[in-house]
């Protein structure tokens, strides 16, 4: 697999080569086209075989496939750069069909608590975090799992007592559930003094869903889940930041062996970026509007990028639909089953 997502990657090397120097201008893809050849190539055409070789043209998009040798002739040589490629396999176009771009970039930049086993070594973890990036205004970590400590206990905003003043949030491994330190805790209850009373979980849940986790004295512990998480009064990231990490999550989907991604839950935001720059996008991103009533209406108006300009062939960025929400977990307990 390894060498398969090479394989792809040269693809989208191929891609992304030429990048025209003035964002949005059409991209032209001077230089030759190529021959592939050296693994199977196996595509989802019917019927099912696999091929020899394959023919791109300097875009890097796919011309022609080839069965049998001899695929390079003396013409062809001239005409084509051949490329041997390792390995015994590749998938040529390969999609991920539903990611969040910019969660991935932000996930690469928090706090990595996947597959820690006690409330103590994520401490650590969080405190050689803080250590490292002293001047961060607030921290974010992701990947606690509850279930992976002995005693399989959410914990509280108490266990990240001493380690910053500052707010520390960290997203439970599923992302349905958020855990914040007292700091937060006590922003948050100061945002929303009614949540002192259980009562409060009852209206929220019906309007909104989710919940928050209390004690056996019914006090919140600093745990919420689902919807309840916007309860939480963490600053927005600013334009650069959402910016960043959207870029990212695509690089890091390149670097993976992924040529398109279906980046499910974009706005408005989002949507004028990406149509900005839809010519030059490290992957091919197929997006799904966030279920955002009022945005969704202006899609339809006549400031809507999507009827700017057709994009032209070589865009890299489309609109496929709308993502439409009715999620729980399993392991937050916040499904409803
Ligand atoms: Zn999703």
Request: glycine share 8%.
């Amino acid at each position: 697999m390894r060498l398969l997502g090479l394989f792809i990657y040269v693809l989208i090397y191929v891609g992304t080569i030429f990048i025209p120097a003035v964002a949005g201008a059409e991209v032209m893809c001077p230089g030759l086209d190529r021959l592939y050849f050296g693994p199977n190539f196996v595509t989802s055409l019917k019927p099912y075989q696999s091929y020899e070789a394959i023919e791109t043209d300097a875009c890097g998009t796919i011309t022609e496939l080839h069965i049998n040798k001899p695929y390079v002739t003396k013409e062809s040589e001239v005409a084509l750069k051949p490329v041997k490629l390792p390995g015994d396999y590749a998938l040529p176009g390969f999609h991920d069909a539903h990611a969040h771009l910019r969660g991935l970039g932000w996930m690469s930049e928090v706090i990595d608590l996947k597959g820690l086993t006690s409330i103590t070594a994520i401490r650590e973890k969080v405190a050689a975090y803080i250590k490292a990036h002293p001047d961060y205004d607030y921290y974010e970590g992701r990947g606690w799992d509850q279930n992976l400590f002995e005693s399989k206990q959410y914990p509280s905003a108490q266990d990240l007592d001493g380690l910053s003043d500052k707010f520390i949030s960290l997203r439970r491994v599923d992302g349905h559930a958020t855990w914040v330190n007292t700091s937060l805790f006590n922003s948050t209850m100061k945002a929303h003094p009614q949540m002192v009373h259980p009562d409060f979980d009852v209206e929220y849940k019906q309007k909104h869903g989710g919940y928050i986790v209390r004690d056996k004295y019914d006090r919140p512990t600093g745990i919420f889940i689902d919807d309840a998480t916007e309860l939480i009064p963490l600053p927005e990231p600013d334009e650069q930041t959402r910016r960043r990490q959207t870029w990212r999550g695509m690089e890091l989907a390149a670097e993976a062996g992924l040529t398109a991604v279906h980046d499910m839950g974009v706005d408005w935001r989002d949507l004028e970026w990406f149509y900005k720059y839809h010519g030059w996008l490290p992957v091919r991103v197929f997006a799904y509007m966030d279920d955002n009533h009022d945005e969704l209406l202006r899609l339809n108006q006549k400031d809507s990028p999507i009827w700017k300009s057709d994009p032209p062939e070589m865009s890299r960025f489309k609109v496929m639909g709308v993502k439409l929400y009715a999620d729980g977990a399993l392991g937050s307990r916040g499904a409803k089953l």
